[in-house]
Structures are given as structure tokens and as C-alpha cells.
């Protein structure tokens, strides 16, 4: 996992929201936060898109698996449906890769956040939005994925390996590659 330092908002996504308060917000006082899926639509959309693809340096946010809008998605760090006041929040908002082989753009999804999805817990999963997140995990040459022993995140790292499936066959051959490839240059 790296670090991935958050940027401004895009602009578009700011004036977007603030026009649907304004809009729908005394027609639905008790229900006025838009829908995920249905109200937030392009060109709005694709603008938060490519933002959090370039601000990520098109890589994973949790497996730093390179990535593109065929191969990602936009993921909800803490998920929306547990916290929904937090579905249009800028800071919670990431690129994950789509868990699947790659050139596979259908079929299971089995790593990273979607097989994260609604599971949360504060205390046990690493963010990508913590500076010191890299030195939570360790690789071995075999392209494992490992919880270091430092900063006392043992556990926590533990547990966003598992929840995410950051030791899936795929993702250790991938990494075990890219290790290859680090130690030969």
C-alpha cells in the first residue's frame, strides 16, 4: 500500500453538490442527499473519475495495481451504505482496481475493495490516506504480503490484508514480479 496524498476537490464536484442542495433540498427535507448511482452521472462523475486516478498516480489504492476507468472503480474508503452522509465526501473517496484478471473487465471480483466492500472498522483497516501506511506491510521474495512490526499496526495490517485479499494468488505473482524485476536493476 502507498500513501496517497489527497488533493482539492474538483471544482465541477463542488458546484455539482451545492446546486442539488439547493434544488432538491427543500423538496426532500427529510431525504434530500442525492443517490450514488442514479443522481450522480457524468460529466460530474468523470471529472471525480479522472481527479482520483491522476491524484493516485493511476495505481490501486490498496494493491497499487496499475489502473485505468476500464480496470477501477470509485470506492467509498468508509462505504456508504454504513456511512451515507459520507457518500459525496471528497476526503473518502478513492480508485480501486476491480479485483480481476487483468484484461478482464467482467467475471468475480476477489481482492482488494471490492472484496473489502461494506466491511470497515477504524481500528483494523490501514487507509491509504495514512502517511506512514507503506510501513505497515512487508514482501517477500515471494511476493507475499506480510504486517510489519513497526508503529504497533500489526493487527490492523493483518486484517486489511485478509478483508482485502491482498495475498491473492494473482497480486503475489504480481508482486513477486515486480520484486524479481526491483532486485535485478
Known sequence: MKYIEK???PAEFTQWK???EKLWKPLRPDDWQPEWNNDFQNPEKGVVYNALLKEQGYICCYCERRIDKPTSHIEHFKPRKT???L?????NLLCSCNGRPEGQNKGPQDHCGQEKSEWFDENLLISPLDKDCADYFQYTGAGEILPS???GKEEAAKETIKHCKLNHERLRT????FIC????K
Open 18 to 20: 451545492e446546486e442539488w
Open 181 to 184: 524485476v526491483k532486485i535485478k
Open 174 to 177: 504480481c508482486s513477486k514480479s
Open 7 to 9: 488533493g482539492q476537490e
Open 87 to 91: 457518500a459525496f465526501v471528497y476526503d
Open 83 to 85: 456511512y451515507p452522509q
Open 149 to 151: 512490526k513497526v508503529h
